[in-house]
């Protein structure tokens, strides 16, 4: 039974459906039809015979991948994903904390899936996801706070990596910051390339920048956004300190 040789985790609103599409065009890499198959999160229950049929028709050359953005924020999701995989590849995009969260506070809200203004939807997710991390690891299939209103939770990189790197070797795990893959891709290609055992292939001439949201976040006001850099201060000093990604 064929499965991924790499997961992309994440995280959300940081570049992953630009990924996805950019491996899809390489002749050595299959992806399923559907980019985000969720088996290590909300599909888990259907086994691995399941998961494993999404890659039933890639030929012995190729390397099967898969990628689904809440893997990396899912508290569940490292240790089945180790128990299933544990020889993986793991891709991760980091982007701006700050500019993370805005973007998937505005994807909820143009999703129908927050009703609340910003700031007031901002200050209800601690409450909302209170209790959610020991739900899902003591085996909740679904949780629907900790999926759509986890704004500044998903922007705190460190615990989430953490979990990962715990259980995988360094050597498995590549971080990529997403403005890099954005504005600098032609240094970025090589480097996943040959993380995932690639041959080289020609970068397109312009990379698309997929689902980056209608500029909702342009409109914050200046207050909230240095009220949200306070907040995850921690994280730009964790990853500034111990991965060397930094972000103005």
């Known amino acids: 039974m ?23 065009d390489h002749p050595q890499v299959w992806l399923p039809a559907s980019k985000e198959l969720h088996y290590f999160t909300l599909n888990h229950g259907r086994g691995p015979i399941w998961y494993g049929q999404h890659y039933a028709a890639a030929r012995n050359d190729q390397r099967c991948g898969d990628i689904t953005p809440y893997y990396l924020f899912h508290p569940a999701a490292p240790q089945r994903l180790h128990d299933l995989i544990p020889g993986a590849r793991l891709v991760v995009l980091l982007r701006d904390p700050v500019e993370r969260a805005l973007s998937g506070l505005f994807h909820s809200i143009r999703l129908g899936l927050e009703s609340l203004p ?31 209103h986890s704004y500044l939770s998903r922007s705190c990189y460190g615990p989430q990596l953490e979990r990962y790197e715990v259980l995988f070797a360094p050597e498995q795990l590549l971080l990529i910051k997403a403005e890099d893959l954005f504005d600098r891709p032609e240094l970025v290609w090589p480097r996943l390339l040959g993380f995932l055992g690639l041959d080289p292939s020609p970068l397109p001439e ?14 914050v006001p200046q207050e909230l956004r240095r009220q949200l850099r306070r907040q995850l201060e921690p994280t730009y000093d964790q990853m500034a300190r111990r991965y060397g990604i930094t972000w103005p």
């Open 2 to 24: 064929r499965l991924p040789d790499f997961v992309g985790l994440g995280a959300q609103k940081g570049g992953t459906t630009s990924l996805h599409r950019l491996l899809a």
């Open 118 to 148: 910003p700031e007031q939807a901002l200050a209800a997710e601690s409450g909302r996801l209170a209790g959610a991390d020991e739900q899902l690891r003591a085996g909740l299939s679904q949780h629907h706070s900790h999926q759509v």
């Open 206 to 219: 312009r990379l698309p920048r997929h689902n980056a949201g209608a500029g909702e976040a342009g409109q």
